[in-house]
């Protein structure tokens, strides 16, 4: 098994309650009241059989910027482009991190930057789950359509060139890794642009996509062990039936 997706594109930070698919403060195994850690037993069950408990995780989604290649520290100190990965992160610490939406961040140019746990002198905002998983998922699965939105969370705008915002962001990612200690993950960068004109993206990107990645540090330091996986969506008729992803996906 070289990866479980749980959940498609997680969101802790806006919706906390999502935080019961690892653990379940609520219902106890079997029923009634109580608390299950689902991803405790999850991660036996996958031992039980053989597999890598460790590969059992949720994909994320990136943060676009609204200004091309934009990018600032989040409340967790990585970058605000990969916020809800650092989430994912710091939802899984338990009793050292939080998760949740930050005190008093900057909104700035799309981005989630900076903010605290809570209020200064005060308790904190954010909240923690009551458990503690000490080792990580070996795998990192973020979709990332690189891209410069229109502002104010809209769509990306195909008029500007996205190379430079992918190589911040894929950069940023390998930050991450090392900040984190995980340059041994699996770095799954899932539903990236394909190579047709459909839903808001564009060929262009695509290709714009692909040469920011082999510009960042993440292909310098962590190519063998990254895939980019292009997204195709086959119940919408801009989809072409086949999907060519060479080029530009040359490598």
Known sequence: MAEYDLENEINLDQFTVSARLFYDNIHAVGGGSGTTDVLGQLRSLASLHGLNPYAITTSTSWSAPSVSAYHCGSVYGDSALLLNQSTLL???????????????PSLTNGLVCGGSV??????????????????????????????????????CNSSID????????????????????????????????????????TQAMATQNVNGYLA????????????????????ISCYAARVIINPPYTR
Do not use: K
């Open 162 to 201: 996205a190379t430079a915002t992918a190589t911040t962001f894929y950069s940023d990612f390998w930050s991450y890794l090392s900040y984190r200690s995980m340059t041994g993950n699996v770095a799954m960068m899932g539903e990236t642009s394909s190579n047709q004109n459909c839903e808001g993206e």
């Open 90 to 104: 710091g939802t899984l610490a338990g009793g050292w991190s939080y998760f949740g939406f930050p005190y008093g």
């Open 216 to 235: 960042s540090n993440l292909y310098l330091y962590h190519a063998s062990e990254t895939t980019l996986r292009p997204w195709e969506n086959d119940t």
């Open 118 to 155: 809570g209020p200064p002198g005060g308790p904190p905002t954010m909240i923690q789950l009551p458990v503690t998983y000490t080792t990580q998922p070996t795998v990192n699965d973020i979709h990332v359509v690189p891209c410069v939105t229109s502002g104010g969370g809209g769509p």
